[in-house]
């Protein structure tokens, strides 16, 4: 008998990609754990609930997750209504955990502090295949597993505001003035922007979309100031194409934020690369130096870093991992996912294959699996999970048979990484490849209607 047989697969974290684990892994009959570290399924999508995302339903609901809940009798959302994050926590992860197949197999306030294999050190080979997963929480706890599926996500641990990938210069001790991306501008976190002169840094939608709120309030609240600094030379990317774009609530966002940017709403820095930020007088001071050595200094109240997020492998330090230098994902995923090559709509399906690392039954999903690479559909991630769970059922002709049926505008993360060239998923296609749709024949040829967003904050392109 086989150590492993009896244990359970691991999932950590209850995301819309952890839970889909879970929905593939019960669908399968292979027991199962998840475990949160926050006290509810998506917490950290409730970070970001104020926003609405591009895509529509239809593209947000992992196909065995619908299964279950369709039995229990579950009322689905409009398929082509677009969900703010705390819709698609309340409508769709909370009534997904609170099914009878998946409540008793999730764990909140479980936070995992590492990973191991029972017995054996990173260096020591011989049984580790057959070694049980030793889990150990940040309470003390151990757990035993066959394996482990790591749907953790990025979302806590953002890029630094240093232009150079190291925290800038003052940067940890100026933390009284900085904020995370997505805060809730006109809502939770109104006081702290009030009357205040913000300076946002990044050009992807999470800016763009905190830039928005900025703009709103600067109308209606005297004293109200908005900077926007992008380190590229141009904001044509984050604009995107308008009314001509192929993702309509994307087209309207970029749309918006030009006519603030050319009516002087927001103040639009370029070339602006963070060298060093000095907290004085209840205030900040952001310095940027140029290529040339020249620096300059604009003085702010609050910053947003809106620079995107890297993963953190951490917790799997004992574990043996081959991680592709510059992007830390798997290097056979790397080629695939490439922000300089790719955008979301061109990555091509991968699963358990591109997955694997030399620790075997150890899998990164999710965002987590791309690392710092901006192109992440939150679609790719179940097709991921279900990959992953069928070769775990050792059904590899499942596993191997990987398809990814995009939404035909390519729609993204909610809270997309900048890359170093300021671009994110969800922008425009590099030139020569056209709109980003996700069509295996290739880019849509016409763009489709642009529709009105309603008064909620016009969110990032998906949910992760």
């Not at 602006?272 to 300059?296: I, N, P, Q």
């Not at 061109?346 to 690392?371: F, I, N, Q, R």
Request: glycine share 12%; with cysteine.
């Amino acid at each position: 008998m086989n150590a492993l047989d009896g244990l359970p697969v691991v999932v950590i974290g209850a995301g819309p990609t952890g839970l889909a684990a879970a929905a593939h892994l019960h669908e399968r009959g292979l027991p199962f754990v998840v475990l949160e570290a926050g006290d509810t399924p998506g917490a950290a999508v409730r970070q970001w609930g104020h926003v609405r995302v591009f895509s529509p339903w239809r593209y947000d609901i992992d196909p065995a997750a619908r299964r279950l809940l369709d039995q229990a009798g579950w009322v689905a959302p409009d398929p082509e209504a677009l969900p703010t994050g705390a819709e698609l926590v309340g409508d769709y992860l909370q009534p997904l955990t609170e099914l009878p197949q998946l409540r008793p197999h999730v764990r909140y306030g479980a936070r995992v502090e590492a990973i191991s294999r029972l017995g054996l050190d990173r260096l020591r080979t011989v049984g580790r295949d057959t070694a049980p997963f030793l889990l150990r929480l940040a309470d003390g706890d151990e757990l035993f597993a066959r394996a482990v599926i790591d749907a953790s996500g990025t979302w806590g641990t953002p890029n630094v505001l240093g232009a150079s990938g190291l925290p800038a210069r003052g940067e940890t001790d100026s933390t009284a003035h900085l904020e995370h991306a997505l805060p809730d501008v006109l809502g939770a976190d109104r006081a702290r922007f009030v009357g205040r002169h913000t300076l946002v840094v990044g050009a992807g939608h999470s800016a763009a979309n905190t830039l928005l709120s900025l703009a709103e309030m600067s109308a209606v609240e005297p004293g109200t100031e908005v900077t926007w600094a992008i380190r590229t030379a141009s904001p044509t990317r984050t604009y995107g194409g308008g009314a001509a774009d192929a993702l309509p609530a994307r087209g309207a966002l970029g749309s918006r934020l030009r006519a603030h940017v050319d009516a002087g709403r927001i103040r639009l820095l370029t070339g602006f690369s963070v060298h060093a930020l000095t907290a004085e007088d209840g205030r900040v001071s952001v310095v940027v130096r140029d290529a040339d050595g020249t620096t300059e200094s604009i003085t702010v109240d609050r910053v947003v870093a809106a620079t995107g997020f890297r993963p953190d492998h951490t917790i799997a330090a004992e574990l043996r991992l081959d991680l592709d230098p510059i992007m830390g994902v798997t290097r056979a995923l790397a080629p695939l996912i490439d922000p300089n090559e790719h955008s979301c709509g061109t990555v091509p399906p991968h699963g358990v294959d591109e997955l694997a690392h030399p620790e075997s039954g150890y899998y990164a999903v999710g965002m987590k699996s791309y690392g710092r690479a901006p192109t992440f559909l939150m679609a790719t991630g179940y097709e991921q999970v279900r990959s992953v769970v069928a070769a775990l059922a050792g059904d590899w002709a499942a596993a191997r048979e990987v398809q990814l049926d995009l939404p035909a505008t390519g729609v993204c993360t909610s809270n997309p990484a900048d890359s170093a060239s300021g671009d994110t998923c969800c922008g425009p296609e590099p030139t020569g490849r056209g709109l980003s749709t996700g069509i295996a024949g290739g880019p849509l040829s016409a763009p489709l209607s642009l529709v009105v967003l309603d008064a909620a904050p016009a969110g990032g392109c998906c949910a992760s």
